[in-house]
Nanobody
Framework: QVQLVESGGGLVQAGGSLRLSCAVS????????MGWFRQAPGKEREFVGVINHTAGIYYADSVKGRFTISRDNAKNTVYLQMNSLKPEDTAIYYC????????????????WGQGTQVTVSS
């Protein structure tokens, strides 16, 4: 079975930091782009960023300069380091796998994790 498991979410004050992890099994991790998306209540799922199979990285404008994506192919894990968090970052954060390149569109991704809640208080 393909499995993506997010962890690291929680409650943090505005201006604080969190590091999310997504552990992947059941696929050839190095061949996939790993995307991060988020969804707040009543809103559509929103692209956060992606790191592709050659480690190219793209971010949504809303998180540029604050969030950092990285991957460790030896550990089959992708990370999302979130700094300078704002209340509007509150959402369920999902990781997703797309063969090779990835995209900013959720419908292009083949596999999804269960999500982890991030709540930023003011």
């Amino acid at each position: 079975q393909v499995q993506l498991v997010e962890s690291g979410g929680g409650l943090v004050q505005a201006g604080g930091s969190l590091r999310l992890s997504c552990a992947v099994s059941g696929l050839t991790f190095s061949g996939y782009a790993m995307g991060w998306f988020r969804q707040a209540p009543g809103k559509e799922r929103e692209f956060v960023g992606v790191i592709n199979h050659t480690a190219g990285i793209y971010y949504a404008d809303s998180v540029k300069g604050r969030f950092t994506i990285s991957r460790d192919n030896a550990k089959n894990t992708v990370y999302l380091q979130m700094n300078s968090l704002k209340p509007e970052d509150t959402a369920i954060y999902y990781c997703a796998a797309d063969l090779r390149y990835g995209s900013r569109y959720s419908e292009d991704y083949d596999y999804w994790g269960q999500g982890t809640q991030v709540t930023v208080s003011s």
